[in-house]
């Protein structure tokens, strides 16, 4: 953790304070930065799981839900679409393959 982070935050802080800060060097210094990702998606995971939290119950009922009751037509109507499309592709690729097999076969 320590070379991990503390280099990273040290060669970042050179950069930002050099009166000539070169950019693309600022930025891939700072790439450490975005934000501990691991971390924060360890912290998402168990606030999500743990039971005291209720974090799964808050987000389906703040966030999820909300979202799906709104769009639900929209992405019904996507999914049929999709669904038609997908049998179209599969009935030509199974007609293709069919007519190979019989070339090969006759």
């Known amino acids: 953790m ?13 950069v930002a304070e050099n009166s000539r800060t070169d950019t693309v060097q600022f930025l891939f210094w700072c790439r450490y930065w975005l934000p501990m990702y691991s971390e924060a998606k360890l912290a ?4 999500l799981w743990h039971p005291k939290t209720k974090g799964t119950e ?9 979202f ?5 037509t929209g ?3 996507n999914l049929l679409e999709m669904r038609v499309q997908a ?13 190979y097999g019989q070339t090969k076969i006759f």
Do not use: N
Not at 2 to 14: Q, R, S
């Open 87 to 99: 049998e179209e592709i599969a009935l030509i690729y199974w007609q293709k393959a069919a007519a």
């Open 75 to 77: 992405i019904d109507r």
């Open 58 to 66: 808050y987000v389906y009922h703040c966030f999820f839900r909300p």
């Open 2 to 14: 320590a070379f991990g982070y503390a280099y990273p935050a040290y060669e970042c802080f050179k």
């Open 44 to 47: 998402l995971f168990i606030y």
């Open 68 to 72: 799906m009751a709104k769009h639900e």
